[in-house]
C-alpha cells in the first residue's frame, strides 16, 4: 500500500508543477498576445501541416519511450505510454531540468503500477542520451551551416559545450552502472553530499538521503545488464530520436512557409539546432525569453530578414508548446 507521506509527497509534486505552470503562463501573457496577432496573420494551411507535424512528434516521443521500454523488457499500453511521454514534455516545458525533469512521471507511474523502478530509471537515462545524441547530430549540421556563412558565434559554442558536458557526464554515470553499481553508488552519495551541502543553507536540512545512492544505484544495475548484448536493439531507440528532430525540422520548414518566407535547408536545419540547444542549455523553462531573444538573431544571420524571423521564431515556439 501506498505510505502516507508517499501521497502527500506526490500532491505536493502535482501542485508544485501546476504552480510553474500557471508562473510559465504568466511570464509568457505579452508574448501569447504577439503569437495571436501573428497567427491571424498567417496562413492557416500551412500552420495546420505544422500542427500537424508536431502530433506526428508527440507519437514518435511516445514511440520512443516504447522502444526502450521494450529493451529493458517492460510492458506498456501505447495509450499509457502517450499519456505518460506527453505529460513528461509538459513537466519539461514548465521546469527547468534539460528534459531530465520528465523522467520523473515515468518514475512515479512504475511505483504506482508495482513495475521495475530501476529499469525505468534506465530508461530515463537511454532516452535523454539519445536525446542530446540526436540533437548533437543536428547541431553538427547546423554549426556547418553557421561556419559556411560565417556567422558562428561564441554563445553557440559555449551552449554547446554546455551540452556536451551534460551529455558526457550523464553517459559516465550510465557507463558505471554498466561497469559496477558499488562505484556507481559512491559517484551517487558524493552528489548526494555536494546537493545538500550546496541547499543546506537554504532549507536547513538535507535534501537527499544519501543511503538511497547505493539503493539507486542497484536498481540501475540490475536494469542495465537486461541491455547487455541487444546491440541491434539499441539502435532502434536512437533512430526514433533522430525522427523526433526530423519532425521538428519539418515543422520549422511549415513554419517559414505560414509566413510566405523563402528558406534553404541550411536556414531551417540551423534554426532547429540552435532552438534546440538554448532549449536545454537554457536556465529558464523551455528556454522562456532565451530561445525568443537567440533564435531570430540566428536566422538573421542565416540570411532571414529579421522581421520575419521574429514571426517564424513566434510561431514556431506556439506550435512546439
Not at 508517499?6 to 510559465?24: D, N, P, W
Not at 539499441?234 to 518566407?261: D, E, Q
Not at 539546432?273 to 538573431?297: C, K, R
Request: glycine fraction near 8%; charge should be positive; aromatic fraction near 10%.
Amino acid at each position: 500500500m501506498t505510505s502516507p507521506e508517499t501521497i502527500s509527497m506526490r500532491k505536493f509534486i502535482v501542485a508544485l508543477v501546476l504552480l510553474l505552470a500557471v508562473v510559465f503562463i504568466f511570464l509568457r501573457l505579452s508574448e501569447l498576445q504577439n503569437i495571436a496577432d501573428t497567427l491571424r496573420k498567417s496562413n492557416w494551411v500551412f500552420l495546420s501541416i505544422a500542427i500537424l507535424f508536431e502530433c506526428v512528434w508527440l507519437y514518435n516521443l511516445s514511440t520512443t519511450f516504447g522502444a526502450l521500454y521494450h529493451l529493458v523488457e517492460l510492458r506498456e499500453g501505447k495509450l499509457q505510454l502517450f499519456l505518460m511521454a506527453t505529460a513528461a514534455n509538459f513537466v519539461n516545458v514548465v521546469a527547468p531540468s534539460g528534459g531530465i525533469g520528465g523522467v520523473a512521471v515515468f518514475i512515479d507511474s512504475a511505483k504506482r503500477r508495482d513495475l521495475s523502478t530501476g529499469r525505468v530509471m534506465v530508461v530515463g537515462a537511454l532516452y535523454v542520451l539519445y536525446d542530446y545524441a540526436a540533437l548533437m547530430c543536428i547541431l553538427a549540421l547546423g554549426f556547418v551551416v553557421l561556419i559556411r556563412r560565417n556567422t558562428l558565434e561564441a554563445s553557440e559554442l559555449v551552449a554547446a559545450a554546455i551540452l556536451m558536458v551534460l551529455a558526457l557526464g550523464m553517459a559516465a554515470l550510465f557507463y558505471l552502472g554498466y561497469k559496477s553499481a558499488e562505484q556507481l553508488g559512491r559517484v551517487l552519495a558524493w552528489l548526494s553530499r555536494l546537493v545538500n551541502r550546496l541547499v543546506r543553507p537554504f532549507i536547513h536540512r538535507d535534501y537527499l538521503i544519501e543511503e538511497n545512492a547505493h539503493l539507486f544505484a542497484r536498481e540501475i544495475a540490475e536494469g542495465i545488464i537486461l541491455i547487455r548484448g541487444k546491440r541491434k536493439e539499441l539502435i532502434w531507440p536512437f533512430l526514433f530520436s533522430l525522427n523526433n528532430k526530423a519532425l521538428l525540422v519539418c515543422v520549422m520548414t511549415f513554419t517559414f512557409l505560414t509566413v510566405g518566407t523563402p528558406f534553404t535547408v541550411g536556414s531551417v536545419v540551423g534554426g532547429v539546432s540552435i532552438a534546440g540547444l538554448f532549449l536545454i542549455v537554457s536556465p529558464t523553462p523551455s528556454g522562456v525569453g532565451i530561445v525568443e531573444g537567440i533564435l531570430p538573431f540566428a536566422l538573421n544571420m542565416l540570411r532571414v530578414p529579421l522581421g520575419a524571423s521574429v514571426l517564424i521564431t513566434l510561431i514556431y515556439r506556439a506550435v512546439t508548446f
